[in-house]
Nanobody, 127 residues
Framework: QVQLVESGGGLVQAGGSLRVSCAAS????????MGWFRQAPGKEREFVAAISRSAGNVFYADSVKGRFTISRDNAANTANLQMNSLKPEDTAVYYCAARRTPFDDSVTLARREYTYWGQGTQVTVSS
């Protein structure tokens, strides 16, 4: 089992940057693909970015491509999301999620494919 804890959210002005991190428990972090999702008030949770277990494959939602960068450190059991050029529409609770992929280096944007979820961290972008 994996436990995930997000940190690093906060309030930032439009055009600014934030980095959110996800700390994972357990000794098999490198067997999990990681994803970031977000949920704004009144909206469904949506995919933001994903990274494969080796970091060899990454995938981004069109809305964040070129502005956000997902990364991971398997030695430190962390996954990160660097967010630049933030817009008010990026305001949401950001969740990290883990999907066990011990035999392949795939990524997926499908929410249902992720087994473990963190509690979320609030990101607010003011205009």
């Amino acid at each position: 089992q994996v436990q995930l804890v997000e940190s690093g959210g906060g309030l930032v002005q439009a055009g600014g940057s934030l980095r959110v991190s996800c700390a994972a428990s357990g000794r098999t972090f490198s067997s999990y693909a990681m994803g970031w999702f977000r949920q704004a008030p009144g909206k469904e949770r949506e995919f933001v970015a994903a990274i494969s277990r080796s970091a060899g494959n990454v995938f981004y939602a069109d809305s964040v491509k070129g502005r956000f960068t997902i990364s991971r450190d398997n030695a430190a059991n962390t996954a990160n999301l660097q967010m630049n050029s933030l817009k008010p529409e990026d305001t949401a609770v950001y969740y990290c999620a883990a999907r066990r992929t011990p035999f392949d280096d795939s990524v997926t944007l499908a929410r249902r494919e992720y087994t473990y979820w963190g509690q979320g961290t609030q990101v607010t972008v003011s205009s």
